[in-house]
């Protein structure tokens, strides 16, 4: 009898881990979350991208994928959070520049007054472009990062604290302009004083005197209030520069599934479709905020800009990698 009760105590007991063991084996894998920086205030287009670009991974990745918005630089500035995402501290990007420092020979968006549209711009960073390859294995050798997509960003345009209408009225402005080369070459050529600096430092420049003109997206303009600094925008209508999601290489190949990978390579393509569709109803809703706000809109005639700047833009096309130039052309002609 007391055979038979041992016996039957030890398989509750193993009943009883059994379930417990199997009860631990259904619980499903905790997601694995991936942090997206930029320095770009959270408001306007750039919140717009970043939260529908989170939405659409997780519900492609049905919940295994987190993706974890920090913006407004609090993880960092521009060369710090790709740093950091180059060594998988940060997990992607969200930034106009990383190609620029990375692979800056295969990015000829940054050249102001190039490229005449978005749509063509859309082309030369997608896989249409025969030197797309080309552009991804430059951006692994030297930055350990890959390209996911792009982005529209809207038009860009200049505030200043004086009416600007034509190139003449640039001279000796002290403008500032992204830390990239092409950036402050095409300016140096319009006749400004030139100074680099981050997105999160404009406004503290603009009240000390560091600037007194800048250069932006109608969303970052609004993102940062410049109508509290600034009173004049001016459509010079200079670029479309892309904003490029980036990822970290070492985070894609050690944190996630080949299923995963394909789910948030498509949510970059979803994002990218998204703010072509979005982006000149928010840019129209910008410009509306900036006359409630009092700030003044001028609409120079563009192409004498482009012509005092194109000595700048022939430079910079011909310290671009082979072929680019003509690639680009043919993006810009609809020629794929």
């Given at each position: 009898m007391?055979v038979r009760i041992l016996?039957?105590?030890?398989l509750?007991?193993?009943?009883?881990?059994g379930?417990g063991?199997?009860?631990?084996?259904?619980?499903?894998?905790?997601?694995i979350?991936?942090s997206i920086?930029?320095?770009?205030?959270?408001?306007?287009a750039?919140?717009?991208?970043?939260t529908?670009f989170?939405?659409k991974?997780?519900e492609?990745?049905?919940g295994?994928?987190i993706?974890e918005?920090?913006?407004?630089?609090?993880?960092?500035?521009?060369?710090?959070?790709?740093?950091?995402?180059?060594?998988g501290e940060?997990?992607?990007?969200e930034?106009?520049l990383?190609i620029a420092?990375?692979?800056?020979?295969?990015?000829?968006?940054?050249i102001s007054?190039?490229?005449?549209?978005?749509?063509?711009?859309?082309?030369?960073?997608?896989?249409?472009?025969?030197i797309?390859a080309n552009?991804?294995?430059t951006?692994?050798?030297?930055?350990?990062?890959r390209?996911?997509?792009?982005?529209d960003m809207?038009?860009?345009a200049?505030t200043?604290s004086?009416?600007i209408?034509?190139?003449?009225?640039?001279k000796g402005?002290?403008m500032?302009?992204?830390?990239?080369?092409?950036s402050?070459?095409v300016?140096k050529?319009?006749?400004t004083l030139?100074?680099?600096l981050?997105g999160?430092?404009i406004?503290?420049?603009?009240?000390?005197g560091?600037?007194?003109?800048q250069?932006?997206?109608?969303?970052n303009?609004?993102?940062?209030s410049m109508?509290?600094?600034?009173?004049?925008?001016i459509f010079t209508?200079?670029?479309?520069?892309?904003?490029?999601?980036?990822?970290?290489?070492?985070?894609?190949?050690q944190?996630?599934?080949?299923e995963?990978?394909a789910?948030?390579?498509?949510a970059a393509n979803?994002?990218?479709?998204?703010?072509?569709?979005e982006?000149?109803?928010?840019?129209?809703?910008?410009?509306?905020?900036?006359?409630?706000?009092?700030?003044v809109?001028i609409?120079?005639e563009v192409?004498?800009?482009?012509?005092a700047?194109?000595p700048?833009v022939?430079r910079?096309?011909?310290k671009?990698?082979?072929?680019?130039?003509?690639?680009?052309?043919?993006?810009i002609k609809?020629?794929?």
């Amino acid at each position: 009898m007391r055979v038979r009760i041992l016996f039957v105590s030890t398989l509750v007991m193993v009943f009883i881990v059994g379930i417990g063991i199997s009860g631990y084996a259904a619980e499903p894998p905790k997601p694995i979350k991936l942090s997206i920086a930029g320095t770009s205030a959270f408001t306007g287009a750039h919140k717009a991208a970043c939260t529908f670009f989170a939405e659409k991974v997780k519900e492609l990745t049905k919940g295994q994928v987190i993706v974890e918005i920090f913006l407004g630089g609090v993880l960092g500035g521009e060369r710090e959070c790709h740093e950091l995402t180059s060594v998988g501290e940060i997990d992607m990007m969200e930034s106009a520049l990383g190609i620029a420092w990375y692979a800056p020979e295969y990015d000829a968006t940054t050249i102001s007054f190039y490229f005449p549209d978005y749509e063509s711009m859309d082309r030369y960073w997608s896989p249409v472009n025969p030197i797309y390859a080309n552009i991804q294995k430059t951006l692994l050798a030297s930055g350990k990062l890959r390209h996911l997509g792009a982005f529209d960003m809207g038009v860009r345009a200049m505030t200043s604290s004086k009416p600007i209408h034509k190139p003449a009225d640039l001279k000796g402005i002290k403008m500032r302009v992204q830390e990239i080369p092409q950036s402050v070459e095409v300016w140096k050529e319009l006749g400004t004083l030139v100074t680099p600096l981050p997105g999160s430092e404009i406004v503290s420049a603009l009240q000390t005197g560091v600037i007194d003109a800048q250069e932006n997206t109608l969303s970052n303009i609004a993102g940062r209030s410049m109508w509290e600094v600034q009173k004049y925008v001016i459509f010079t209508n200079h670029s479309r520069m892309p904003q490029h999601v980036i990822i970290s290489e070492k985070t894609w190949q050690q944190k996630l599934s080949n299923e995963q990978r394909a789910a948030i390579q498509q949510a970059a393509n979803l994002l990218g479709k998204m703010m072509m569709k979005e982006i000149q109803k928010m840019d129209n809703e910008f410009i509306n905020k900036f006359k409630e706000k009092g700030m003044v809109l001028i609409n120079p005639e563009v192409e004498p800009f482009r012509k005092a700047a194109w000595p700048a833009v022939e430079r910079l096309l011909g310290k671009l990698a082979p072929g680019v130039k003509e690639a680009a052309d043919r993006v810009i002609k609809g020629v794929k």
